[in-house]
């Protein structure tokens, strides 16, 4: 039996919902703790929306200034199933059909995290007293708020001085094959709500009103087409988007007293939320408007240039495939921007991911090996650092 296939089967099978673990973490820790890795669960979240981490590590040999740790961050919650008339087979009982391995995970991310797990199983070994320490960030808190998972062990590690060196993020990260593409960076999200005042009132009597929504409308077109920025080598420009509008009693003959208006900032390393959220203000003042705007920043953007991490990683890609993997700063958002704050080299890497979040998710079983493949000869080329 292929190990990493049938750990990922295994892990298919609880259904790990957000924020429930569903005891995902504990099978991960029994073969964990065999090969000397410390592991500790941490809680955290209301009883309502209790969060389960898993935080693992097995010092290496080297001591003092020279101890260096890669860490490898993943999740064990899923997204929901969607409707389950819908997919091909029980969505948490894996299956295999045409050499594909379907169930919700599959892709995003169980199949990353069990081939991290065999991957370190083989090194050790071989190399049963590397230099290298090696640990683990499981939560079961990534898919949902991402308020009581990754960010809270970060915060805890930091106050205790851990040291992290490098981190591989198990995000499904390939496009056509396995090895393609690795995430070497992402951009920051920043959040705004506006809501524009204006005078309620009747429709055919508009000069006895002051229609919010008019009023907007300049300015949002001055932000939508605003070059906030210019990218660089690895960020494409900063976007601003308008994701919901807001407005009106749902009457036809009233003019509203108020529009709200939703909009996020992808951004890149070249902007700051201060400087972006300034920018906005400016638009709106010139724009003489009667506004409140509230702010959260979702995450701030994070870039590993190559180096030690990126090298190791494309090394191990070239090694096992033959590929020449790209660097992309593409997507969403994951937890390397909480992780990205606390170790300076953050890459994220995983299977392809044409499936993931979709009715009958799935992974081609014979990409599993070359993937725990890249992730053990990363943890070599790394150690052989010294």
């Not at 995983?350 to 890249?374: F, Q, R």
Request: aromatic letters at 6%; a negative charge; hydrophobic letters at 40%.
């Amino acid at each position: 039996m292929n190990r990493a296939l049938h750990l990922t089967e295994q892990l298919i099978a609880r259904r790990s919902l957000t924020p429930d673990d569903a005891q995902c973490q504990q099978i991960l820790a029994e073969r964990l703790e065999p090969l000397g890795f410390a592991c500790e669960s941490i809680v955290s979240g209301p009883d309502h929306f209790r969060v389960t981490n898993l935080w693992a590590k097995r010092p290496g040999k080297a001591a003092g200034a020279a101890a260096r740790t890669l860490m490898f961050a993943g999740h064990t919650d899923v997204v929901p199933t969607g409707p389950l008339e819908q997919w091909s087979s029980d969505p948490f009982a894996p299956s295999h059909r045409d050499g594909k391995l379907y169930g919700r995970g599959a892709a995003d991310m169980k199949t990353s995290i069990a081939a991290f797990v065999v991957a370190v199983e083989e090194f050790l070994a071989a190399r049963p007293d590397p230099a290298l320490s090696l640990a683990l960030l499981i939560t079961s808190d990534e898919e949902g708020p991402s308020i009581d998972g990754t960010v809270v062990v970060c915060e805890r590690l930091k106050s205790r001085g851990e040291r992290l060196d490098y981190c591989i993020v198990g995000e499904p990260t390939s496009v056509e094959r396995v090895g393609d593409m690795i995430k070497n960076g992402r951009r920051g999200s920043l959040s705004g709500k506006l809501t524009v005042k204006g005078i309620q009132g009747h429709i055919a009597s508009p000069q006895l009103a002051k229609n919010p929504i008019h009023l907007a409308l300049p300015a949002l077109d001055e932000l939508a087409t605003l070059e906030w920025d210019w990218g660089n080598e690895f960020f494409q420009p900063t976007s601003w988007q308008i994701s919901n509008i807001h407005g009106g009693t749902g009457a036809s003959n009233v003019i509203p007293g108020t529009v709200v208006i939703d909009f996020n900032f992808r951004y890149s390393t070249e902007s700051t939320p201060e400087g972006l959220q300034k920018l906005t203000r400016e638009v709106l003042d010139r724009h003489a408007l009667d506004y409140q705007l509230d702010w959260v920043v979702g995450g701030l953007p994070f870039l590993t240039t190559p180096g030690e991490l990126v090298g190791a990683m494309q090394g191990a890609i070239r090694t096992e495939t033959g590929i020449e993997a790209e660097l992309s700063t593409t997507g969403g958002t994951s937890d390397g921007r909480f992780i990205s704050r606390i170790c300076a080299q953050v890459v994220e890497f995983g299977p392809v991911n044409a499936t993931i979040h979709k009715i009958d998710e799935h992974i081609a079983v014979a990409d599993i090996d070359p993937l725990k493949n890249i992730y053990r000869r990363t943890i070599e080329n790394l150690d052989a650092l010294g």
